[in-house]
């Protein structure tokens, strides 16, 4: 059965910790990882990743994906207050080309002034 | 720049009622996705649909049934509403299956 498992679950941080948050996978025919920040309202998508050993970043935050051993991680630098949410790893499964997101339980970052 | 708009935000139901929830995806977005989270859960997938046919389903009751429209918007219709129904139900929308997907702001449904 396909899974997507993150971890920690939730964290609580400073303003200006780094923080990483971890993503491991089993899905039959992997085509891409997918990231979303979720606030209280609708997940807003932060990176899609599909090549291992490629880091994506977007101001403070960078993700890179490990095809081999099935995981990514998604780094926070230098955090702020506006980055409390609770972040979603999503995989799509292909086998019947459907497209729909499976979704990890998220990780809940709160961090705190 | 546009997003997907859903439509109501919020809704109140009785028990055994019917609801109606609507769909416009992004401009030239051909596939349309339904997910259904409830509290503290992760979004789970209903439905999709791409270019107007049903692409894929997901935990979907028999109760719910869903179409798009040649307009590229849909519609998720929800029939003998149950109090376990109440949740926040997403749309969200991408050009072709397995690009990233965009979501809409959420319907939030009470049924009481």
């Known amino acids: 059965e396909d899974k997507v498992v993150q971890s920690p679950l939730s964290l609580v941080v400073h303003e200006g910790d780094t923080v990483t948050l971890n993503c491991s996978y089993e899905?039959?025919?992997?085509?891409?990882l997918l990231w979303y920040k979720q606030e209280k309202k609708a997940p807003t998508f932060l990176f899609m990743l599909?090549?291992?050993?490629i880091e994506k970043k977007s101001g403070r935050l960078s993700s890179i994906l490990d095809k081999k051993e099935l995981f990514s991680i998604l780094n926070i630098t230098a955090t702020q207050t506006g980055d409390s949410a609770v972040y979603l790893c999503?995989?799509?499964?292909?086998?019947?080309?459907?497209?729909?997101?499976?979704f990890g339980q998220g990780t809940e970052l709160s961090v705190k002034p | 720049a546009a997003g997907v708009i859903q439509s109501p935000r919020h809704l109140i139901k009785e028990k055994r009622e019917t609801a109606t929830l609507k769909c416009y995806p992004i401009?030239?977005?051909?596939?349309v996705y339904w997910y259904q989270q409830g509290p503290g859960q992760d979004p789970q997938f209903l439905i999709s649909?791409?270019?107007?046919?049903?692409?894929d389903k997901g935990s979907i009751p028999d109760r719910f049934s869903a179409q798009q429209f040649s307009d590229y918007h849909s519609e998720l219709n929800m029939s003998s509403l149950e109090l376990g129904d109440s949740a926040l139900y997403f749309c969200?929308?991408?050009?072709?299956?397995?690009?990233?997907?965009?979501f809409g702001p959420g319907t939030r449904l009470t049924v009481l």
């Open positions: 969200a929308s991408s050009i072709g299956v397995n690009n990233e997907q965009f």
């Open positions: 899905v039959t025919n992997f085509r891409s």
């Open positions: 599909t090549s291992s050993g």
């Open positions: 999503a995989v799509p499964p292909i086998y019947n080309q459907g497209g729909k997101l499976i």
């Open positions: 401009p030239r977005h051909d596939t």
């Open positions: 649909f791409y270019e107007k046919m049903q692409s």
